[in-house]
């Protein structure tokens, strides 16, 4: 008697894996991922925005929608799911390119899978099929894939706490104009002069403004304690919106915990700014997200609003009181 063993083909050079770790419980991951009010807010790299067309989500169901780039080009997509097993796995066949014709098209077959890791954690992990090594190394090299493919779920991460909690938020009418506060916001010399709780000393270690950079500082009490804190910034859109990560820190920039109590404060802080021009006036609004929280970091979150009202409406106070110098 004879045995035979059925030989499986290797596909690793002509995928593209991508893989991420969520903060957040598996039906709130596959939520975001199939509801289309929540995907156009995070699919695509950085710099992206993404109008859906239709999103039929079912076997045999058609989900078209154009991803417009930051230099105004438009790539329309169109996707026919194959598989959906629900809060477990994802695949459909996908097809996709730049609308002007100047580069490839982009076909493959995608597959996604949602782990439960337990503790309210999920493993979200994406692979793309392509037919040929070629067209795989081709995606790769015009339409940058992978780093693309790391950025959509960097931002899919930062989408997630705002399903878990409320976010904190403050806004505020500035008595300047939009250039003059983005610039308070940007230019080192300018930010060091009032960014921190009002009556609090800044030293401003470091102040690297791009995508990746730190701001990296320490902030001194009036009885003298001294903290440190760092900002890694995600987002940068000139006159109109900031994203960073926020944290207490150490002189050596690693993230540490709040260094004044012993309650379990969130190690990272979504925040987000967005700045509006009103007039020859400025409306700057805060929103601030515990990031990759579990509950009783959010709990403590929740708990420490006044303290947040009283640290960010000093801090917006002193930016006023900066623009009125610089006029």
């Given at each position: 008697?004879?045995?035979s063993?059925?030989q499986?083909?290797?596909t690793?050079?002509?995928?593209?894996?991508?893989?991420?770790l969520f903060h957040?419980?598996r039906?709130?991951?596959w939520?975001?991922?199939t509801?289309?009010?929540?995907?156009?807010?995070?699919w695509?790299?950085?710099g992206f925005?993404t109008t859906?067309?239709?999103?039929?989500f079912?076997?045999g169901?058609?989900w078209?929608?154009?991803?417009h780039?930051?230099?105004g080009?438009?790539?329309?997509?169109k996707?026919?799911f194959?598989?959906?097993v629900p809060?477990e796995r994802?695949?459909?066949?996908?097809?996709?390119g730049?609308d002007?014709g100047?580069?490839?098209g982009?076909n493959?077959?995608?597959?996604?899978?949602?782990k439960d890791?337990?503790s309210?954690?999920t493993?979200?992990t994406?692979t793309?099929?392509?037919?040929?090594?070629?067209?795989?190394?081709?995606?790769v090299?015009?339409?940058?894939?992978?780093?693309g493919?790391?950025?959509?779920?960097e931002r899919?991460?930062?989408?997630?706490?705002?399903?878990?909690?409320?976010?904190f938020?403050?806004?505020?009418?500035?008595?300047a104009?939009l250039e003059?506060?983005w610039?308070a916001?940007?230019?080192?010399e300018?930010?060091a002069?009032?960014f921190?709780?009002?009556?609090?000393?800044?030293?401003l270690?470091?102040f690297?403004?791009?995508?990746?950079?730190v701001?990296?500082?320490?902030?001194t009490?009036?009885?003298?304690?001294?903290?440190w804190g760092?900002?890694?910034?995600?987002e940068?859109?000139?006159q109109a919106?900031?994203?960073?990560?926020?944290s207490f820190?150490?002189?050596d920039?690693?993230?540490?915990?709040?260094?004044?109590?012993?309650?379990?404060?969130?190690?990272q802080?979504?925040t987000?700014?967005?700045?509006?021009?009103k007039?020859?006036?400025?409306?700057v609004t805060?929103?601030w997200?515990?990031?990759?929280a579990?509950?009783?970091?959010?709990?403590?979150?929740?708990a420490?609003?006044?303290?947040m009202s009283?640290?960010?409406?000093?801090?917006?106070?002193?930016l006023?009181?900066c623009?009125?110098?610089q006029?």
């Open positions: 008697m004879t045995t063993t059925r499986i083909p290797e690793s050079d002509r995928e593209i894996t991508l893989s991420r957040a419980p039906e709130l991951v939520k975001a991922w509801d289309p009010e929540l995907v156009v807010r995070w695509g790299p950085r925005t859906i067309e239709t999103m039929d079912r076997v169901g058609v078209k929608h154009v991803m780039g930051p230099d080009k438009n790539f329309p997509n996707s026919i194959r598989e959906i809060l994802i695949v459909y066949s996908h097809g996709g730049r002007d100047a580069a490839p982009a493959f077959v995608a597959t996604w899978v949602f890791e337990g309210g954690m493993r979200l994406g793309m099929l392509f037919a040929t090594k070629e067209a795989r190394d081709t995606v090299r015009e339409y940058g894939a992978i780093e493919g790391r950025q959509t779920l899919l991460s930062e989408q997630l706490p705002a399903l878990q909690g409320q976010p938020v403050l806004m505020r009418e500035f008595d104009p003059l506060v610039r916001w940007t230019e080192r300018r930010f002069q009032w921190g709780p009002k009556g609090f000393k800044m030293n270690r470091k690297d403004l791009r995508p990746g950079g701001c990296h500082y320490s902030i009490t009036p009885d003298g304690k001294e903290m760092k900002a890694v910034y995600r940068i859109v000139s919106k900031l994203v960073w990560i926020n820190s150490d002189p920039a690693s993230v540490t915990r709040h260094p004044l109590t012993t309650d379990k404060w969130p190690l802080l979504l987000t700014i967005t700045f509006a021009a007039g020859d006036k400025t409306v805060l929103h997200l515990p990031y990759e579990d509950d009783e970091e959010r709990r403590v979150f929740e420490g609003r006044p303290g009283a640290g960010w409406g000093g801090t917006f106070e002193q006023a009181s623009l009125a110098t006029r």
